[in-house]
């Protein structure tokens, strides 16, 4: 059974810093792009970047290059994205996912973690 487990959401101020998981199994993702979406209440589910398990090559959305950072631990099957200088409208729900190939629209993905909340406070 494939399992993608997200950790790590929280409560944090405006220009704080906050890390989150993405841990996989069931399966080997190692052709895969891992990304990471995140979703406001009554907004569509929006890109934020994506890593692919081989290589080290990341690609953001523009909302947050420079302040999130996605890295990966291939021995524990983890995806990190550290998101710095938090600001208000960064608050959503943050899902990691897995697909084929690298994009960066949501249906380009076969599968999805169950998310984690994100609350930045002004």
């Known amino acids: 059974q494939v399992q993608l487990v997200e950790s790590g959401g929280g409560l944090v101020q405006a220009g704080g810093s906050l890390a989150l998981s993405c841990a996989a199994s069931g399966r080997t993702f190692r052709n895969y792009a891992m990304g990471w979406f995140r979703q406001a209440p009554g907004k569509e589910r929006e890109f934020v970047g994506r890593i692919r398990w081989i290589g080290s090559s990341t690609y953001y959305a523009n909302s947050v290059k420079g302040r999130f950072f996605i890295s990966r631990d291939n021995a524990k099957n983890t995806i990190y994205l550290q998101m710095n200088s938090l600001k208000p409208e960064d608050t959503a729900v943050y899902y990691c996912?897995?697909?084929?190939?690298?994009?960066?629209?949501?249906?380009?993905?076969?599968?999805w973690g169950q998310g984690t909340q994100v609350t930045v406070s002004s």
């Open positions: 996912a897995a697909g084929e190939n690298s994009a960066t629209r949501p249906q380009d993905y076969d599968y």
